[in-house]
């Protein structure tokens, strides 16, 4: 069980497989974080690695903040939080940018 966040310790996420040391999975979590974010801040919410384990600090614009433990979580709190689901399909989010 972790101290700072009550979950309990979990492998990894699965994206990190290859990464050989704690750089590259951090790396990784960043850039995961990065794409989610540009799929929750059209609905006033930002994520980021918690910075200490796998999962994601889920964060409103109003500055209510959530440590979760994995990117299915994350779709559930926002949801919670804003009384409908979010459609990560949605059109005007996957027209919105060219692959970078």
Not at 23 to 28: E, I, P, T
Not at 34 to 44: A, E, F, K, P, T
Not at 72 to 77: D, G, I, T
């Amino acid at each position: 069980m972790c101290n700072a966040c009550g979950f309990p310790t979990r492998p990894g996420h699965w994206t990190d497989a290859g990464a050989d040391n704690a750089g590259d999975r951090l790396r990784l979590q960043m850039r995961r974080a990065q794409i989610l974010n540009r799929l929750l801040n059209g609905y006033g919410f930002k994520a980021r690695p918690p910075g200490h384990g796998p999962g994601f600090a889920l964060s409103s614009f109003s500055g209510r903040t959530t440590l979760l433990p994995d990117l299915e979580a994350v779709w559930q709190e926002a949801a919670q939080q804003l009384g409908h689901p979010i459609d990560p399909l949605d059109p005007r989010f996957t027209a919105a940018e060219p692959n970078s």
